[in-house]
């Protein structure tokens, strides 16, 4: 039986990467009591979980966040209870979180196409590899191809070099033009330049093929080869993984439940990160992709006006902004071409969790009406892969979330028992 522990909070932060932390340490700097849950055990978001490098700016602000009030929780956000309490489980406890604010930071996942063999084993998401590989996967000599689009592919490859995997090539579907017009894009951003050229060095000798995509994995009981489209022609290339993902889609699945507008598939929010519903603010991902750097703007500038410091967030405008232009450059670039719609054939499956063919798929009218008949994204993801993947291939437009957002255990489907633990959380500190 898990242990029921019900906290109340001044701001509640979901989301423990770079934008929940920003937002829960200012918040918490400025003497709100502030609880930040995560549903990983390590903080840090995809990008900074991993890091460990003493000085980096990850564990610059994972000590922030650690040194200040904030409380850490391990748990993930399933479903509400009421306005403004949220459910949250971990393995041994069911947690009830109230709040008088909130900071919706829950990120963006990698978004999947189907193409024939790509549910074979060693298919794998590019972040989804790399990921493995810093729990310790061995990838020295292995052949890794790289495909889909997004500047993971480079960050994903670079990283899996690193650690002895060999790059035959990487695929990126975007043009030479598309890429050309955003590397000058990135002109007006420094700090983006130089991870460029660190990129270019780490990938020295590796082949980046644009106008190249992925149409099927071969192979018998794992990959074994990918078969390419490369600028109109077919090349097959033996490997023993293959890395693909076609950029990032947001995370807005707890926003929805919430009933915050989603505009562009991303939470609409006003100059303050404020969304739609009172006292629930967003940052990072889920209002769009664009970097580490934006999100974390995005997280302090919620943090303070979550705090009522409107002024000190106010003076984030301008450095927010010069950073949304990037996310504008990336979303430009890395669209999907329509060629890619054609990739899978009837006998593809696209709901991977229900079995689904694509032949199964194609003449219904709406997500709705093809969950309905099929059970199409009605497993354990949630619809979270085949649902941008049916989005892009069929135009259907997702509609409400219904909770829970996850799987949970029936224990903490049964309802939280009232006479459960209680605790308040009070401050530690803070200015
Ligand atoms: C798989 C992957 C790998 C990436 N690798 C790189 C890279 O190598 N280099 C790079 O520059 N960028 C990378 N990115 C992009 C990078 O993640 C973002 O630019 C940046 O981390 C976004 O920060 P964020 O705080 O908005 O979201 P995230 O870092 O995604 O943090 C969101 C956090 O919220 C948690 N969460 C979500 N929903 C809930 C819930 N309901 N309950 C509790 N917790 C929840 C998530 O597990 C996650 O820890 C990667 C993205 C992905 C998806």
Redesign the pocket.
């Known amino acids: 039986m898990s242990r029921a522990v019900r906290q109340r909070f001044d701001l509640l932060v ?8 920003a937002g829960a340490v200012y918040a918490a700097e400025f003497g709100s009591r502030v609880g930040i ?4 055990a390590r903080l ?6 991993g890091a460990s490098e003493a000085g980096s700016a990850a564990s610059k602000w994972i000590e922030r966040l650690q040194s200040s009030s904030a409380r850490v929780l391990h ?4 479903q509400q209870l009421e306005p403004r309490v949220l459910l ?1 489980e971990n393995d041994d406890s069911i947690q009830e979180l109230s709040y008088e604010k909130l900071i919706l ?6 978004r999947f196409l189907p193409f024939p063999g790509w549910t074979l084993p060693n298919v794998m ?4 590899l ?2 493995m590989v810093e729990c310790g996967l061995p990838i020295q000599g292995k052949r890794v191809v790289v495909a889909g689009t997004g ?2 592919l480079l ?2 490859a670079a ?1 899996l070099r690193q650690h002895g995997a060999e790059i035959p090539i990487i695929c990126e579907q975007a043009s030479w033009a598309d890429l050309a017009r955003f590397s000058m894009a990135l002109l007006a951003q420094p700090s983006k330049i130089l991870q460029g050229l660190q990129l270019k060095r780490e990938l020295a000798g590796t082949k980046l093929s644009p106008n190249s995509w992925p149409v099927a994995a071969n192979g018998m009981s794992t990959v074994e080869s990918v078969t390419i489209s490369r600028s109109d022609k077919l090349e097959t290339v033996p490997c023993d993984y293959l890395a693909c993902g076609f950029h ?1 889609v947001p ?1 807005i ?2 926003p929805l439940l919430l009933g915050c507008q989603i505009q562009n598939d991303c939470v609409r929010v006003d100059d303050f990160q404020r969304t739609t519903v009172a006292e629930v603010f967003c ?4 209002t769009g ?4 750097e934006l ?1 974390l703007v995005e ?1 302090e500038i919620a943090g303070l006006a979550a705090a009522g410091r409107i002024a000190e967030a106010s003076s984030l405008f301008g450095r927010r902004e010069k950073l949304r232009g990037f996310g504008r450059s990336l979303d430009r670039t890395f669209q999907l071409r329509t060629e890619l719609r054609s990739l899978p054939p009837p006998e593809t499956i696209v709901c991977r969790c229900e079995d689904i063919r694509y032949s199964r798929l194609r003449d219904h009218a709406s997500w709705r009406e093809a969950k309905l008949q099929t059970r199409c994204g009605m497993g354990p993801c949630q619809g979270r892969i085949c649902g941008p993947a049916t989005q892009f291939l069929f135009k259907w437009n997702p509609d409400s979330v219904r909770p829970p ?2 799987p949970v255990r029936i224990e903490s489907m049964a309802g939280f028992k009232h006479d459960s633990t209680f605790e308040l959380c009070e401050p530690t500190g803070g200015r």
């Open positions: 979901v989301g423990g990467g770079p934008a929940g932390i849950v995560d549903d990983n840090g978001g995809q990008i900074w979980r748990g993930r956000v399933f949250a930071a829950t990120g963006a996942r990698e998401g590019v972040g989804g790399q990921a500047p993971l960050a994903a990283y990032l995370n699945e707890l940052a990072g991902e889920p992709i664009g970097g580490v999100s997280g957002i996850f």
